[in-house]
C-alpha cells in the first residue's frame, strides 16, 4: 500500500511539473509573438527612417541627427532635424513619393519645442499625442495632435515660418 501512495504521490507532482511547464512555454510563446508581431509592423517605418537619414545626410549634409518627424496630411514627409556640417541647425523635409527634398533652416521658423509651448499655452491639453513638419498647400508646417481638457482629439496645422494658425480641428 506504502508503494501505491507513494507511486500516487510521485503521479500528481508530475503532472503539476508538467502543467507549470506547458503554462511557462505558453506564456512564452504569447510574449514571443507579441515582440515578433510589433517588430513586423514597424519595420516599414524603421526601413523610411533609415533612408530619410541618408537622405538628409546626402542632400542636407547632415553631422547629426536630433529628431525625426512624419507627417500624414495629404501626402505623407519624413523631416530629420539636425546640424549640417558648417554648424547650421536644419530641417531636412523629404516628400515619400517623388523623393522632393526641402531643407529649411531651424532659425527661420518656428521649432518643436516652440510649437508645443504655443500649443500647451493655449489649449492647455491633456497631452500631445504628435508633432511633425511636413508640406501644406507647398508650406512648411507644423501638425499638432492632442488631447483636449475633455479628453477630445483636436489637430491644428501652424505654419512653421510665422506660428501662424493654419488649420485647426477642434473636440473630434
Known amino acids: 500500500m506504502r ?7 510521485r503521479s500528481r507532482q508530475s503532472r503539476f511539473g508538467w502543467r507549470k511547464l506547458l503554462i511557462s512555454l505558453g506564456v512564452i510563446l504569447a510574449l514571443y509573438g507579441s515582440w515578433y508581431y510589433y517588430h513586423q509592423t514597424q519595420a516599414p517605418l524603421t526601413v523610411a527612417k533609415d533612408e530619410a537619414y541618408a537622405l538628409a545626410d546626402k542632400y542636407g549634409h547632415l553631422k547629426t541627427h536630433t529628431a525625426f518627424y512624419r507627417y500624414n496630411r495629404q501626402e505623407t514627409y519624413f523631416t530629420v532635424a539636425g546640424e ?3 554648424g547650421q541647425k536644419v530641417y531636412v523635409l523629404i516628400a515619400k513619393r517623388g523623393g522632393k527634398i526641402n531643407i529649411y533652416s531651424q532659425d527661420k521658423g518656428l521649432t518643436a519645442q516652440e510649437v508645443q509651448s504655443f500649443v500647451k499655452a493655449r489649449y492647455r491639453p491633456k497631452k500631445i499625442l504628435n508633432l511633425a513638419l511636413g508640406l501644406y498647400k507647398k508650406q512648411p508646417v507644423w501638425e499638432v495632435s492632442y488631447l483636449n481638457s475633455k479628453n477630445q482629439l483636436c489637430y491644428d496645422l501652424i505654419a512653421f515660418k510665422n506660428g501662424r494658425i493654419v488649420k485647426s480641428i477642434q473636440n473630434l
Open 3 to 9: 508503494t501505491n501512495q507513494k507511486f500516487m504521490k
Open 84 to 86: 549640417n556640417q558648417r
